[in-house]
Nanobody
Framework: QVQLVESGGGLVQAGGSLRLSCAAS????????MAWFRQAPGKEREFVAR?????????YYADSVKGRFTISRHNAKNTVYLQMNSLKPNDTAVYYC?????????????????WGQGTQVTVSS
């Protein structure tokens, strides 16, 4: 059974940093497109970042986080990370790890196949 488990969320002041982890089992992150999404209260789930496991390790970010967030993968640990720097209050959300088996990667949430339970990130002023 596929399982994605996020960790690393918490409370941080604006301008601070957090690193989220997504530990995968039942799939190999090197062979999947892996992504982070987030959902704030009253809002739809939105794309944050993704990384490909094939044809290189290309990354892509939402405009709102470019230059501040970095997605990466540690193949031996079968884990994907999201390093978040210069955090802003509007980054506050539940952050979800997602995996997609297709060679065609997207930023659309309902096109991802597997999801973690999420980890809360709260950024205070």
């Amino acid at each position: 059974q596929v399982q994605l488990v996020e960790s690393g969320g918490g409370l941080v002041q604006a301008g601070g940093s957090l690193r989220l982890s997504c530990a995968a089992s039942g799939l190999t992150v090197r062979s999947y497109a892996m992504a982070w999404f987030r959902q704030a209260p009253g809002k739809e789930r939105e794309f944050v970042a993704r990384i490909r496991g094939w044809n290189g390790d290309s990354t892509y970010y939402a405009d709102s986080v470019k230059g501040r967030f970095t997605i990466s993968r540690h193949n031996a640990k079968n884990t994907v990370y999201l390093q978040m720097n210069s955090l802003k209050p509007n980054d506050t959300a539940v952050y979800y790890c997602a995996a997609r088996s297709s060679v065609v990667v997207t930023t659309i949430a309902n096109e991802y196949d597997y999801w973690g339970q999420g980890t809360q990130v709260t950024v205070s002023s």
